[in-house]
């Protein structure tokens, strides 16, 4: 009776018999690992890529304690990657309220664990919006620049050699801008948003005010951006300078080459979203802690789980800080 | 008797883990600071200072962050109480597909490099 149903392999009791767990993990957790092991790749295909682009413009890429100096409340004080400092550690210390969140799950200790995963959707919640505001500072840009033909970014620097913003000299004239009516024509033809500034009154104020000069975006050996003479800044101006651009997008940049605001976007923002979906982990983990799904369910094991991965977000973000920001 | 052993030697393991927690984020801010600090002053002979293409300080710069990344999966996601067979299966296999990755592009990046700065009169113009 018994060979007719199963097929005797006389490995029974044997490690390869089947019935032993090898790795002693469970099915969940193992698939969480391998799926974080597959992002890893996913994340060091974008960094990688970023330092292929660096690679091939070693000489002009953007110096990045100039682009991101920027500190809540303090308008004007040049902070160099204070702030990014502070997301980092609130990343950090939201991985040490999992961390705890998971320890208290492992003695069923449901008052701490609600304690500790609101603790981390809180801190998770913080460093979205700190890069939000990232963001915004990134996109609308501080200081503007003027783009050559050939594509190069011009900035401006006074006689320190600091670099000032656009709106600070540029002789503003009378302009006006016609605004298109549907009544009179075809009411879905746009054009594009103008510049603060135009290229003649940048030109203008340039001219009168003599201590000013251009910074290209060339990295001298001292691992600054050169600063041209007068003379020949005036030259670059009058007979390169093609556009003004403020802030970012994805086409061009007032920082430098149009990939490091690309690659600005799509690291920080695919690891922001990989932030957005470990929140949302977090919630629905959250609210199953407080019904006791997971004590009725006998093992908190979930929230290890999800914990996992909000230690991965937070790897992650560790490699994006030395790369993007420190390097 | 017994459950009231089990119970103390509970405890007792997760004081003990508490305070591993707390010492891995001692460890990781200190090494965050160290890296912040180390990237503003940006003192002159570890940039000046160069290795196998790359500034010292840049090398400094990876090898903290190689630091922060094994204390963060070794004690925050528990790789370290995981089999060795669980670990090897998932840390060698990132190790070795990332390190390809990395030198083949890097590689690729300084030869367009090379193309880009030699094989033309100017890009600037």
């Known amino acids: 009776m018994e060979s007719t149903t199963v097929a005797q392999t006389g490995t029974e009791g044997k490690a390869w018999g089947g019935g032993t767990p090898p790795l002693k993990a469970s099915y969940g957790k193992l698939m969480m690992w391998f799926f974080i092991l597959s992002d890893a790749l996913t994340f060091t ?7 292929l682009s660096r690679f091939k413009f070693i000489e002009e890429w953007p110096i990045a304690d100039e682009v991101f100096n920027h500190f809540p409340f303090l ?3 040049d902070a160099p990657m204070y702030y990014v400092a502070l997301m980092t550690f609130i990343l950090i210390f939201s991985s040490v309220t999992m961390v705890l969140a998971v320890d208290a799950g492992h003695h069923m200790n449901k008052k701490k664990v609600t304690t500790y995963m609101a603790l981390t959707i ?3 919640l913080i460093f979205l919006g700190s890069q939000a505001w990232e963001w915004k ?6 200081y503007g620049a003027i783009e050559t033909k050939s594509g190069q970014i011009l900035q401006f620097v006074n006689s320190d050699g600091h670099q000032i913003a656009i709106a600070d000299f540029a002789k503003a004239s009378e302009r006006s801008e016609a605004v298109h009516e549907g009544s009179n024509g075809i009411w879905y033809a746009s054009g594009n948003d103008q510049p603060s500034y135009t290229l003649d009154e940048i030109k203008a104020g340039f001219t009168d005010n003599t201590d000013l000069s251009i910074r290209t975006m060339q990295i001298n050996e001292n691992g600054e951006k050169t600063i041209l003479d007068r003379a020949e800044a005036e030259k670059y101006l009058s007979e390169r300078a093609v556009r003004v651009v403020e802030g970012a997008n994805l086409t061009r940049n007032e920082y430098g080459p149009p990939l490091f605001a690309d690659f600005f976007f799509f690291i920080t923002g695919f690891h922001g979203f990989h932030v957005s979906i470990g929140i949302m982990l977090l919630i629905v983990t959250f609210f199953n802690v407080l019904v006791g799904t997971y004590e009725k369910r006998g093992s908190y094991e979930m929230v290890e789980k999800v914990g996992l991965y909000w230690h991965f977000v937070d790897l992650v973000w560790v490699f994006v800080f030395t790369f993007f920001y420190l390097v | 008797m017994s459950a009231e052993t089990t119970t103390t030697e509970n405890k007792k393991k997760s004081s003990g883990a508490i305070k591993r927690i707390w010492q891995v984020f001692v460890i990781l801010s200190v090494l965050t600071i160290v890296e912040v600090v180390l990237g503003i002053i940006k003192p002159d002979f570890l940039v000046n200072t160069d290795i196998v293409n790359m500034h010292l300080l840049n090398w ?5 962050t190689i630091f ?3 204390y963060i999966t070794w004690a925050f996601m528990h790789m370290e109480h995981e089999t060795s067979g669980l670990r090897r299966s998932v840390v060698w296999t990132g190790v070795f597909l990332i390190s390809y990755i990395i030198a083949i592009l890097l590689i690729e990046g300084y030869y367009i490099y090379d193309v880009f700065v030699n094989g033309f009169i100017t890009w600037d113009f």
Do not use: D, E, R
């Open chain 1, 45 to 51: 295909g974008f960094l990688s890529g970023y330092g």
């Open chain 1, 75 to 77: 308008h004007g004080v």
């Open chain 1, 122 to 124: 809180l801190g998770g």
């Open chain 1, 137 to 142: 500072n990134f996109i609308s840009g501080t």
């Open chain 2, 60 to 64: 400094i710069f990876i090898i903290l």
């Open chain 2, 68 to 70: 922060k990344a094994y």
